[in-house]
């Protein structure tokens, strides 16, 4: 008995350790770019590890199980008449629920962290005398206390490209320039079909939707450039809606801003 | 109250014999049962092709293989036939109507002529869908058919999809009237409730689903056609609609459309692993109350594929927490098999292959599956290809496994013959590696930029989508000594007599195959389909 519960232990901890290494040492992520990846990453690292606890287990069970209890040549008859154990029951309902009741809280306190729960409110000096009820959106990343003044910009999409409207300037731009470590107030709203804004290297992604406008904040952190993805079926040129976002220095922010802008204003 | 069980002098005796019967009007369940198999089969191979035709465009990172346009209806129609024309007849109606039956110890289904018409409403809209795409092509908006998009693409392709739709729909709701009649009313006097196989109380709990959400969705693809042809403003934003409640009507009968996928084959590996592990059910009771507990939690969690959509912050913090929880009555079911394995004796064949392979795909879909609960998780892989590999992991790697798992165990009831268990577990290796080949790699595809429902990728891409591709072909591949092995052991099969698996379930006591009306006598009570071991210590 004692030396059964040993093997036990032995692979308890072994499936354990597997999991809190591949855990640690696999990164299936892309490059961390905004304030908010770093968070999502955290939250990704806890339930890829417990996810490969369970599944390592499981497989562990599986296969020990058909190895073990396979039916010899010489066996007849059937295995022991075992119909339930009501503790083991007991103990598979009540884990996984405190798991799950823990992760969805944890869940709740990364959302919170990103921003997710902060009413919905869209930075924009023009429209403060009438603002709009927006319903829908991440409405602020996390502060990290750099970023003064929310950059805002207008977001329109269609079949099968992203406008985006610096306002300030007075242009449109295909391309979304934004300086880094600066909080970027995006409103988005579709000129036709549903569409969807998603940086992976942000973490971010939120649908355009005709009629509706929604909003979407964020505070890039790295210099590079980085695609912009439509993930919402769109049409046939679906594959092709993509955009570049730019996130750049802010001095070359504001001569590109300069050689761009419109109307007289200074950065 | 007494339920008559005496064989019925009915038009039975005028119906067609020999394999005449399967192509007729037939009221006999078995006949049913068969003819929805090989029709949902037949429409799993187009299903199929489809597939092999977006793995290969896929293969290179252009949009070279086929037109934009067509590779969307491609995805359409391959999403469309998987889900309404193979999983949801094949799980429900195919092996519904062959052993519910002989389960409640009945003659017959409860509406027998109801029944035919159900599974005669399926190959009209089957080919009616496939032939959309020579009008002026398929509908292309996914198979969520989402407004605006399917608005403005062209109509006659969507209005075909709606129509057929409608009709699969209504086919699935005249199933489950009468599984939820049959199971309710016709069983055998004696036999109790909690002594049903574990099969009934999942169709009775898929049967309580198909019968409250599917009409909603009838309700909203009929406004989406008003929006479609007589211009009303529903759904359609230029008139004023709102296409985000289209999108909450149309998951609230959607998201519960997983279970009905999935919780007949939990039903239908219930009896498939007592049988090959010679031991009783493990936890019977908690068993049924975890299915119960499905289908409560499965109605309230369809907001959860709108995370990115319109949702107020609110609305999404409520639907992780209901969505996370459907894993505790899903995972005690899982327990509960692995314990049912423990300590039998256990035949490795075919059929308990493709059920454990069952266990470990599905658990790694429902791992994926409570991490997209979470919305911050969902916010980043929500329409990627990580979402595309997780429905896939259980609706293939689960349901589908079930269903050849199920193919190799009843094949000797319904033929007489057994399959050749080589070729069987040839077809479970061949499988299992495709399968995991093609869509393993795909979460992380999700995970660094691939969205989903695309024809062209960023290059970077390239080698994983190939390793998918290779997968994709390996399962296509599979299909051939399954096929092979079907056709073989109908022809030359060793006869397997009665009772090959020395099974305790009702079905098997009766000859293989079964005469029309089931028993040559009166039904058998079952008191303890699970009874393995006891059997033994009785006998001595």
Redesign the interface.
């Known amino acids: 008995m004692l030396n059964k519960n040993i093997y036990l232990i032995l692979v308890i901890s072994l499936v354990f350790g597997i999991s809190f290494w591949i855990g640690f040492n696999v990164n299936l992520l892309p490059t961390e770019a905004s304030i908010n990846a770093p968070i999502y990453d955290e939250l990704f690292k806890i339930l890829f590890i417990i996810g490969l606890i369970i599944f390592i287990g499981m497989i562990v069970a599986v296969v020990y199980s058909l190895f073990k209890f396979r039916k010899r040549n010489d066996q007849i008859g059937d295995g022991i008449a075992l119909e339930g154990n009501l503790r083991l029951e007991i103990i598979w309902t009540i884990i996984p629920s405190i798991i799950v009741l823990l992760i969805g809280l944890y869940s709740y306190n990364i959302y919170d962290r990103m921003g997710g729960m902060k009413e919905l409110n869209h930075n924009h000096e023009m429209m403060s005398s009438n603002p709009e009820k927006i319903w829908a959106g991440i409405s602020q990343t996390a502060d990290n206390g750099i970023s003064k003044n929310d950059l805002s910009i207008e977001v329109s999409a269609m079949q099968f490209a992203f406008l985006f409207n610096y306002p300030k300037g007075n242009f449109i731009s295909g391309e979304l320039h934004v300086p880094v470590d600066q909080k970027v107030s995006m409103k988005m709203e579709s000129k036709d079909v549903i569409h969807a804004f998603w940086v992976p290297e942000f973490r971010i992604k939120q649908d355009i939707i005709p009629g509706q406008p929604t909003i979407l904040n964020f505070t890039p952190t790295k210099v590079g450039k980085y695609p912009i993805i439509c993930a919402e079926l769109c049409g046939p040129y679906h594959g092709g809606m993509r955009a570049a976002i730019i996130v750049e220095e802010e001095s070359d922010y504001k001569n590109w801003f300069n050689k761009n802008k419109t109307t007289e204003v200074n950065l | 109250m007494t339920i008559s069980i005496d064989p019925q002098k009915s038009d039975k005796s005028l119906q067609p014999k020999g394999w005449l019967r399967y192509f007729s009007f037939s009221l006999d369940h078995k006949v049913i049962g068969v003819q929805y198999l090989v029709c949902g089969f037949l429409f799993y191979l187009i299903g199929g092709t489809l597939a092999s035709a977006i793995r290969i465009e896929l293969a290179s990172p252009m ?1 070279d293989f086929m ?3 067509v ?2 209806q491609v995805l359409t129609l391959h999403g469309t036939i998987m889900i309404f024309l193979w999983i949801v007849p094949v799980v429900n109606g195919a092996f519904g109507n062959y052993l519910i039956p002989f389960y409640v110890g009945a003659r017959d289904m409860a509406f027998p002529r109801l029944n035919a018409v159900a599974f005669w409403l399926i190959p009209p809209s089957g080919l009616m869908l496939v032939a959309s795409y020579f009008v002026e092509g398929a509908a ?3 198979w969520t058919a ?1 407004p ?2 399917s608005i ?2 062209p109509q006659s392709g969507q209005i075909i999809w709606i129509m057929s739709v409608l009709l699969l729909g209504g086919s699935s709701i005249f199933g489950g009237i009468n599984f939820i009649a049959t199971i309710i009313k016709l069983r055998r006097p004696g036999l109790k409730l909690m002594q049903l196989p574990m099969y009934c109380w999942a169709m009775l709990g898929t049967s309580l689903l198909v019968v409250l959400s599917t009409p909603v969705l009838a309700g909203t693809l009929i406004l989406l056609s008003f929006d479609i042809i007589a211009n009303t403003g529903f759904f359609n ?2 008139l ?5 409640v289209y999108q909450h009507l149309f998951w609230f009968y959607s998201h519960p459309a997983v279970y009905i996928m999935v919780l007949p084959a939990f039903g239908l590996v219930s009896e498939i692993l007592p049988v090959h ?10 068993m049924v109350f975890s299915i119960m507990g499905i289908v409560v939690l499965g109605l309230v969690v369809w907001a959860h594929h709108m995370f ?6 609110w609305m ?2 409520f639907f ?2 209901a969505t ?2 459907i ?2 009555p899903t ?2 079911k ?3 098999w ?2 049912t ?8 064949n075919s059929a ?1 292959l493709f059920s ?1 392979g069952f ?2 795909n599905f ?2 879909g429902g ?2 599956g ?2 997209l609960a ?4 969902d ?2 892989v ?3 290809y990580f979402v595309v590999a997780h429905f896939h992991y259980i609706v293939y790697g689960g349901t589908v496994f079930i269903i050849f798992s199920s193919i190799y165990h009843w094949f000797p009831k319904v033929t007489g013959k057994m399959l050749n268990e080589k070729l069987g577990i040839l077809h479970f290796i061949i499988t299992f590696i495709g399968f995991n080949l093609c869509f393993a790699p795909q ?2 595809l999700g ?3 691939m ?8 290059p970077q891409f390239q080698f994983v989508n190939q390793i998918s591709s290779l997968g994709a072909l390996l399962m296509a591949i599979s299909t051939i000594p399954f096929l092979i092995n079907i056709f073989l052991s109908m022809t030359n099969g060793k006869i397997s007599g009665d009772n090959p698996w020395d099974a305790l379930t009702p079905e098997w006591l009766t000859s293989s195959p079964p005469p029309v009306e089931n028993w040559k006598g009166e039904a058998p009570l079952v008191e303890e389909p ?8 009785e006998q001595n």
């Not at chain 2, 004023?240 to 985000?244: A, C, K, L, P, T």
């Not at chain 2, 423990?342 to 035949?347: F, N, R």
């Not at chain 2, 699970?530 to 210590?537: A, D, H, R, T, V």
């Open positions: 949009s037109p934009r346009d590779y969307n292309q908006a996914g989402y605006p998009l403005t693409t934003p230029v004023g609609g709102n296409v985000v592990a010679r031991k009783p059910l493990f936890g019977y009771t908690t990115t959509s319109g949702t107020p912050p999404r913090l992780t927490i996370a929880f894993a505790v995972g005690i899982f327990f509960n692995v314990a394995l423990w300590g039998g004796k256990i035949s490795i308990m454990c266990i470990i658990v790694f791992i994926t409570v991490a979470q919305v911050p998780f916010i980043h929500h329409d990627t979460h992380w995970l660094n930029g969205p989903r429902r695309v024809a062209e990728y960023d699970y009874g393995y071991g006891k059997k033994l210590s």
